[in-house]
């Protein structure tokens, strides 16, 4: 398929998609002199009020790219914690096992993303949130997980 196919394909995908969390980045560390970063940033769950959750993702420099080709990609590894910021308030959200996306980054140009999926363990009254990397070709066991309690006294 022409670059341009992919592209259009991308676009539109992107379009049809349901509403996700921005994210703001919050730190950048440098990890070594040829430019890698470890890029943290904040996302509020946009369909829980009260939630906040940090994502660090590793970003390959100028250098690294240059010297091991592979130009268009970044490592999927990821870490996340979440935490209650204020009064929680569960929104619409999907209650199924397979729970919802929250947040998606893109790791290459088109095949490879980090994701962050939120789960509902009703029972036991805890949101999880999962950081997962996603690629078309293959599937990841590079995952990460943070749980948020929902306590009686602050969910409204």
């Not at 240059?66 to 209650?95: H, M, V, Y």
């Not at 949101?127 to 293959?138: D, N």
Request: net charge neutral; proline share 4%; glycine share 8%.
């Amino acid at each position: 398929m022409a670059r341009s196919g992919k592209l259009l394909i991308c676009a539109a995908l992107a379009a049809c998609s349901p509403l996700l969390a921005k994210a703001e980045e919050i730190g950048k560390i440098g990890v070594d002199w040829v430019g890698n970063d470890i890029v943290i940033e904040a996302v509020k769950d946009p369909k829980v009020d009260g939630v906040t959750c940090h994502i660090a993702y590793f970003e390959r420099g100028l250098i690294d790219r240059i010297s091991k080709g592979n130009w268009f990609e970044d490592p999927s590894n990821s870490a996340i914690e979440c935490q209650q910021t204020g009064p929680i308030t569960l929104g619409d959200i999907d209650r199924g096992k397979g729970g919802e996306d929250v947040f998606r980054t893109s790791r290459s140009i088109i095949l490879k993303s980090i994701r962050i999926k939120r789960i509902y363990d009703e029972p036991n009254q805890t949101l999880i949130y999962l950081a997962h990397s996603r690629e078309l070709t293959e599937g990841s066991a590079k995952v990460s997980i943070s749980t948020v309690p929902i306590r009686a006294a602050f969910a409204e």
